[in-house]
């Protein structure tokens, strides 16, 4: 299995500061064969399920502000929000979709300073 | 707008099966490249992927749950189901339907709503 771990597990930043959250895979997640990196990010807020941020590593899904972005190659990923808002306090998970079983990193919660 | 809804008991028996089940709404289940998948959330902990099944029927599921665990679609209700058996006070969770993007996209870019899910006698 892959194993995904994200750091730290929890992030206090103030309004309108960067946050930046990481994401490491235990084996590569790039498949030369198309160029890209099997990599997701989810927002999860209280009460509701993950809703999907970012896929492909780095390409954001549709509706989803553009503070948000995914960076990162092979092994090593990051999640950044630009300028943090009130509603982006939540946990982020990453997610590999390379092989099955996809696997999950343990979250990182986000608040405010 | 495709949307997922789950339904199926809140509390099952130790020993028993746990069975729930997702209707797909806004989109046909047996169309597209998609993985219709379950995912669970222990409390207070993170994300599992259960397994998904595929329009085809194939399924593909989490070794750590592979010898108890069926998912089955059912393409005339447009739905699908998890079957989980001789579950054990581990598996109380939050209980999630999701659509896998498949191989063109990636991630699960829709959700149902969660069902909670207690094993208790």
């Known amino acids: 299995d892959i194993v995904m771990t994200q750091s730290p597990d929890s992030l206090a930043v103030s309004l309108g500061e960067r946050a930046t959250i990481s994401c490491r895979s235990s084996?590569?997640?790039?498949?030369?064969?198309?160029?890209?990196?099997?990599l997701a990010w989810y927002q999860q807020k209280p009460g509701q399920p993950p809703k999907l941020l970012i896929y492909w590593a780095s390409t954001r899904e549709s509706g989803v502000p553009d503070r948000f972005s995914g960076s990162g190659s092979g092994t090593d990923f990051t999640l950044t929000i630009s300028s943090l808002q009130a509603e982006d306090v939540a946990v982020y998970y990453c997610?590999?979709?390379?092989?099955?079983?996809?696997?999950f990193g343990g979250g990182t919660q986000v608040e405010i300073k | 707008q495709v949307q997922l809804h789950q339904s199926g008991p809140g509390l099952v028996k130790p020993s028993q099966t746990l069975s729930l089940t997702c209707t797909v709404s806004?989109?046909?289940?047996?169309?597209?490249?998609?993985?219709w998948a379950w995912i669970r959330q222990p409390p207070g902990k993170g994300l599992e992927w259960i397994g998904f099944i595929y329009n085809n029927g194939n399924t593909y599921y989490n070794p750590s749950l592979k010898s108890r665990v069926i998912i089955s679609l059912d393409t005339t209700r447009n739905q699908f189901s998890l079957n989980l058996n001789s579950v054990t006070a581990a598996d109380t969770a939050l209980y999630y339907c999701a659509r896998d993007q498949g191989t063109n996209y990636g991630g699960f870019d829709y959700w149902g709503q969660g069902t909670v899910v207690t094993v208790s006698s």
């Open positions: 997610q590999q979709y390379y092989s099955t079983p996809l696997t």
């Open positions: 806004g989109g046909s289940i047996s169309s597209g490249d998609y993985y």
């Open positions: 084996q590569s997640i790039f498949y030369n064969s198309n160029n890209k990196n099997y």
